[in-house]
């Protein structure tokens, strides 16, 4: 590829990143002095996008130009260890990820941030957030890694307690802190097994020598665990729904956006970089965990009535589609399909984008709605596309896009991932060639389920009449939260008109992780896509879109041209029942009905209940819903128990006296010796 | 190493182990103070023979920190605590003499097992000489195990503090530093916890412990 001369006056892209992320450290500092002044908000965010495009032209620079690897050891951190930054084609894909969320995430903020109560509560967190996110991308030392990974979860931890007051909120800050703690002790193990005995806590020294089968296993396994919560896998996924919504919009965006994604670059520089070769049943555990997620959290998007809520339980279908991609590429890496490889990677790396973007304009539209009408139920808004258009629109393009419907980009990544599993009987291994199309058969499930979901989310929020004051009254938000969601949205548009040139950039990341990458794309003629071979499958996202235009307007013109001019006003069709209250719509349980049912007793464990007055009386019927999550049930409710019943047991321990602690510490201490001197 | 210089040196940290045993079935406080000081005193030779032997004048340091700080001033300084507070009466210990003294054989027998296992195929002198260390250190903490009287909790832990001492003159080129701030973290605990021992006496009227679990309201 050629560098123009522009790009090659930049800065080195590593130098300039780092230099860009102590900017936004400093911000914090910055923030937690002025924040009283009401300048404040608007200041920090726009330093914070200033920063965050600066990374991102470094990252877009280090793509563009497919720069060699890049490194810097800086004298910070464990005084034997150094601190190791890299800058590869992962890293560059990644930035490109998390800081295109970020500036969209700030620029959201510029007006969205105004009306936040407790500014002191989140502008100091906001910029240390982002630097964190961007540390664990560049780290290249497991000590670098973890503080950053640590940093990024306590920094988010106190935005999500930003309005700590309310008791849900602190339930999920709660449950997140434990979580994020789980995950960060999950990789701490996981890099000890891969620093071995020697101690290399440098990648370059993990990568150098491979661990033994069980040992690499075990890293998988607890890579999956760290990363896989982070990310929001079931069965670790349930902090996710809690902690998503209760953060600040623009905070929710980049935590289901952004996060998730940076957790994802873990897992793959784990098990893709570090670890060395792969086995086949890795790619199948991983496989099986991502479609799980990805029928689990549509099912329980579906049935949310908390628009927030619907969209941070999407994001787990999302990232369940990504690590379908992620395991389907191990599984052909392990099987030497390398081409193959290529393309369920890129198309797990492409999906990750394209939901960064999709999801980042929902979340954003969401606060927006939030913003106007104080509401996130989905039962007090409704009949907004008149009172928000534009914010509308916006929201209409990311359900379009999250719904993967053609043209726009979330077809594109998820019609990559199902022709990947399309190749899977090319697998030597039965249960991968049995499994990978019941896999697949999970997927479409979800895609399905998606789109079901968001017509209702869309629906019920922005079609129809209000369904409470709030929703009535609710005006247009402000300048900058419009441009960045639009600007979102006109990006999962553009990305899906020309997927190819997404494609092609992340082509470097994938020849790091499977040593092949998919065959350039955007040098076919007419722009198409062609994953494997054109006999086979090919997708041109331009045709498409002129399709939908011209038909569109085909459409638009043909009514106008015969219909108007026999225009006539009538009633509306009133369903049967002329009644105006705004309590006979379709609601946001009534349109989730259905698939509550089916899924009834084998997901939600759902419990209708039907309280009919008695004849004569006068009081309302009530129809009650009671619906469960079973592995929360099952899993984590056994474990809070035991830990509760494990405390209260040994705080006991507590109030010993002087002497007893030391006959304890002398009690333990002979024991171990005796293991010592027994162990055979 | 050779035969004699070899010897002299598990002689001489053989003697700790004895002096340790020694402490733990002193039950008169001024008795276990003296022989307290013997215990700095052997330490003091046992490492002065590993300098020589070693060549290592830095650990001569050492052994002018035991003699004066462990041998001197700290059991002077325990005996005009115990004379003023006025507890030179006997101390009780915790199940018979007998017993706390199988115990401790057990305690060797055990550092003994696990030191010469771990450390096969270690220099031989350093390998007694952990071993030893390891003995005196367990003995230490017996000591503070069985004793009530905060005094002779608080000569447990110097004793188990010799054994570290011995410990760390085995191993070839220990830092200088490392020696000096473990001296003055002992010297330290002995302010505090003379400061402390006056305060409990004050309160209780006695510098028997169990008076503090009476106080906290413990059952024993």
Redesign the interface.
């Known amino acids: 590829m050629t560098a123009s001369p522009l790009l090659a006056l930049a800065p080195p892209p590593l130098a300039g990143s780092l230099l860009a992320i102590a900017a936004l450290l400093a911000l914090g500092p910055l923030a937690v002095l002025t924040f009283r002044s009401r300048l404040s908000s608007g200041l920090i965010y726009i330093l914070a996008f200033v920063a965050s495009v600066t990374i991102l032209v470094a990252g877009a620079t280090h793509l563009w130009r497919s720069d060699s690897v890049e490194s810097l050891t800086l004298a910070l951190g464990l005084p034997s260890l150094g601190a190791h930054f890299r800058l590869d084609a992962l890293s560059a894909a990644f930035l490109v990820i998390v800081d295109l969320g970020a500036a969209g995430a700030c620029i959201f903020a510029i007006g969205y941030g105004r009306h936040e109560t407790a500014r002191g509560r989140v502008l100091p967190f906001f910029p240390l957030f982002l630097a964190a996110m961007n540390v664990v991308v560049l780290a290249a030392d497991a000590f670098s890694f973890l503080m950053g990974w640590e940093f990024m979860s306590l920094a988010s931890w106190a935005l999500v307690m930003t309005h700590h007051r309310e008791s849900e909120n602190a339930r999920a800050g709660y449950i997140y802190i434990v979580m994020a703690s789980l995950g960060t002790l999950a990789l701490l193990f996981c890099f000890g097994l891969l620093a071995g005995s020697g101690g290399g806590y440098d990648f370059a020294a993990m990568r150098a020598h491979s661990p033994a089968p069980v040992a690499a296993a075990s890293v998988l396994l607890m890579a999956l665990i760290g990363a896989g919560s982070k990310a929001g896998l079931a069965p670790l996924h349930a902090w996710l729904p809690l902690a998503h919504p209760a953060a600040p919009s623009h905070v929710s965006a980049l935590m289901s956006g952004v996060m998730t994604k940076v957790a994802v670059y873990g897992f793959i520089r784990i098990a893709f970089d570090l670890i060395g070769a792969p086995l086949w049943w890795w790619g199948l555990i991983v496989l099986l965990v991502g479609g799980l997620s990805a029928v689990l959290g549509v099912l329980f998007a579906m049935i949310q009535t908390d628009l927030k809520r619907v969209l941070a339980y999407s994001t787990i279908e999302n990232i369940g589609f990504v690590f379908v991609g992620l395991g389907l590429a191990l599984a052909f890496e392990a099987n030497g399909l390398t081409a193959a490889a290529a393309l369920a990677f890129t198309a797990a790396i492409f999906h990750a984008f394209n939901h960064s973007l999709f999801k980042s304009a929902l979340f954003l539209g969401s606060g927006a709605v939030l913003e106007a009408t104080g509401a996130r139920e989905m039962d007090k808004l409704g009949g907004l596309i008149h009172r928000m258009p534009a914010t509308a629109l916006a929201f209409l393009m990311g359900s379009v896009a999250i719904s993967a419907v053609p043209p726009f980009n979330g077809f594109a990544s998820e019609w990559l991932t199902l022709q990947a599993i399309l190749l899977s009987p090319q697998l030597h291994e039965w249960p991968l060639k049995i499994l990978v199309p019941g896999v697949g058969a999970m997927l479409a499930l979800a895609a399905a389920l998606a789109a079901a979901c968001f017509v209702r989310a869309y629906g019920v929020t922005f079609l129809g009449r209000p369904r409470s004051t709030d929703a009535a009254d609710a005006k247009e938000t402000d300048f900058f939260s419009l441009s960045a969601m639009l600007s979102l949205a006109v990006a999962c548009l553009i990305v899906g008109v020309l997927p190819g040139l997404v494609m092609d950039a992340f082509a470097p990341a994938a020849q790091l992780a499977v040593g092949a990458h998919m065959p350039a794309q955007i040098h076919d003629r007419w722009l198409s896509i062609v994953p494997v071979a054109e006999s086979r499958s090919s997708y041109n996202g331009l045709l498409v879109f002129a399709f939908a235009l011209a038909s569109m307007a085909a459409t638009v013109l043909a009514i106008h041209w015969f219909a108007s001019r026999s225009l006539r006003r009538t009633p509306a069709w009133d369903c049967g029942f002329p009644n105006p209250n705004s309590i006979t719509q379709y609601g946001a349980g009534s349109m989730a009905q259905p698939v509550r049912r089916v899924f009834a007793d084998f997901v939600f464990r759902a419990r209708e209940q039907v309280d009919m007055p008695a004849p004569g009386a006068f009081e309302a019927a009530r129809f009650r819903v009671d619906v469960r999550d079973r592995l929360w049930d099952a899993l984590y409710a056994p474990i809070a128990g035991l830990v509760a019943f494990v405390s209260d047991k040994l705080n006991y321990l507590q ?1 010993l ?3 007893r602690y ?2 304890l ?2 009690a333990s ?2 024991a171990l ?2 293991a ?2 027994l162990w055979p | 190493m050779h035969g004699a210089s070899f010897d002299i040196a598990h002689l001489l940290a053989g003697a700790l182990v004895l002096v340790s045993f020694m402490l733990l079935y002193q039950d008169r406080l001024y008795a276990l103070l003296n022989v307290f000081a013997l215990h700095a005193v052997v330490l003091a030779a046992s490492v002065a023979w590993q300098a020589y032997v070693q060549d290592a004048p830095h650990l001569y340091v050492t052994v002018a920190i035991a003699l004066v700080l462990k041998a001197g001033i700290i059991p002077i300084a325990l005996h005009n605590m115990v004379r003023r507070m006025g507890i030179h009466r006997e101390i009780e210990t915790v199940g018979g003499i007998g017993a706390t003294m199988l115990a401790g054989m057990g ?1 060797v027998a ?2 003994m ?2 030191m010469l ?2 450390t096969a195929g270690a220099d031989p002198l350093a390998r007694e000489d952990l071993a030893f260390a390891l003995a005196v250190i ?1 003995l230490g ?2 000591i ?2 069985t004793r ?1 009287n905060a005094v002779s909790q608080i000569v447990g832990f110097m004793s188990l503090e010799n054994g570290l001492i011995l410990a760390a003159a085995g191993a070839n080129g220990m830092p200088l530093v490392v020696e000096i701030s473990i001296a003055f973290s002992v010297l330290i605990a002995l302010i505090v916890i003379g400061v402390f021992l006056f305060r409990i006496r004050e309160r209780f009227d006695t510098v028997d ?1 169990h008076a ?2 009476r106080f ?1 309201g ?1 059952r ?1």
């Open positions: 109030f006296t002087i002497r030391l006959s510490v002398f201490l002979i010796l005796l010592l001197a | 305690l055990l550092s097992m696990v296992r771990v367990l903490l017996l503070m195990v009530r412990v503090l679990d906290r413990e024993l």
